[in-house]
Each structure stands twice: as structure tokens, then as C-alpha cells.
């Protein structure tokens, strides 16, 4: 049996109204599956080269440009 998945807390959907799996329902799921979730929480592990090397890149530089816009902001 399949569990019923909760919108708010197993996934949201997107400015493009694409549905977001959570980092909640991937660490229930016990895996990365591969695909690129922007909520992975085990790192893009199972996210084939070169895929994996530009996700990270990506994440990366979001997260300072975040840092510094709080920065900005204090």
C-alpha cells in the first residue's frame, strides 16, 4: 500500500507549478533517486556525471547569493 503523500510537508509546487518533493519525503524514501531534486538531502549522490557536478555548482552559488543578500540586509 502506497502512502498518502501530504502537500506542505512530502512536497509544495513551484512558481511553474511543477510539484517539489521535500527533503522530508526524500529521507522517508531512504534514497537518492537520481533526478536532481532540489531538496536532496544526500547530496545528488545517485545523479549521474556530468549532472551532478552542475547541480552542486548551482546550489552553491544560490546559497551565497543568499548569504549576501542577508548580509545586505543585518
Known amino acids: 500500500m502506497k502512502k498518502k503523500l501530504i502537500e506542505g510537508e512530502h512536497f509544495y509546487y513551484n512558481e511553474q507549478g511543477y510539484m517539489v518533493l521535500t527533503a522530508k519525503y526524500h529521507l522517508e524514501n531512504g534514497t537518492c533517486c537520481g533526478?536532481?531534486?532540489?531538496?536532496?538531502?544526500?547530496?545528488?549522490?545517485?545523479?549521474?556525471?556530468?549532472?551532478?557536478?552542475?547541480?552542486?555548482?548551482?546550489?552553491?552559488?544560490?546559497?551565497?547569493?543568499?548569504?549576501?543578500?542577508?548580509?545586505?540586509?543585518?
Do not use: M, Q
Not at 533526478?35 to 551532478?52: A, F, M, Q
Not at 548551482?58 to 551565497?64: D, G, R, V
Open 35 to 74: 533526478n536532481g531534486c532540489v531538496n536532496c538531502p544526500y547530496d545528488h549522490i545517485n545523479v549521474p556525471e556530468p549532472k551532478r557536478t552542475t547541480l552542486r555548482k548551482a546550489l552553491a552559488s544560490s546559497t551565497e547569493e543568499s548569504a549576501s543578500s542577508n548580509d545586505v540586509n543585518a
